[in-house]
């Protein structure tokens, strides 16, 4: 069973371990890009009324992280980031289950309206992550960030509470409640 919690102190050092791995960190904005991170850090980015961050647990099991970050409150808007820290984890849809979490606790319970994460272009994998939380792709802007020593684009994808379709699925698959 897959699950989120918001994110407490004595989880900080796993997570600035698992963006501190170049695997993990590589495709986050250059802030965190190719550093080690340290445990204050995640405890500074915590305490920031503009983000919201939560542990992800696969059979109670910390695995990930998924949050929201620069959330205006006027807008009703924020931005979605997430990483897997577990890589025994990956390929079982954890992180997709993990979104597909924060966006109902975004939409329903705090208020969002709308959603937007980016992507570097070449990360096809966190780009079938959206996809299936229902994100499309909104633009994109040219050249924008560096990976493995080449510029490429960011890709810019949302959501919005009112998108035609947006809607949540339980284990079975089926739609179990639809914002419209």
């Excluded at 004595?10 to 997570?15: D, L, P």
């Excluded at 709308?114 to 990360?123: G, V």
């Excluded at 960011?154 to 947006?166: A, F, N, Q, W």
């Amino acid at each position: 069973m897959i699950g989120i919690k918001p994110l407490t102190p004595e989880h900080f050092a796993t997570v600035a371990e698992w963006l501190s791995k170049p695997e993990i960190n590589q495709w986050l904005t250059g802030e965190w890009r190719d550093r080690v991170i340290d445990p204050t850090l995640i405890g500074v980015a915590v305490r920031n009324k503009r983000n919201r961050f939560f542990l992800v647990r696969s059979d109670g099991v910390p695995c990930g992280l998924v949050a929201l970050a620069d959330w205006d409150v006027v807008d009703k808007i924020a931005m979605i980031w997430y990483a897997l820290g577990d890589p025994a984890s990956g390929g079982r849809g954890v992180i997709t289950q993990a979104i597909r979490e924060l966006v109902r606790t975004a939409f329903d319970t705090l208020g969002i309206e709308a959603l937007h994460a980016w992507i570097m272009e070449d990360n096809e994998r966190s780009r079938r992550v959206l996809e299936k939380n229902g994100f499309r792709e909104a633009g994109r802007l040219r050249l924008a960030a560096v990976h493995n020593s080449r510029r490429l684009d960011r890709v810019y994808l949302d959501l919005t509470r009112h998108d035609p379709g947006v809607g949540f699925a339980d284990a079975s698959g089926g739609i179990v409640a639809v914002t419209s």
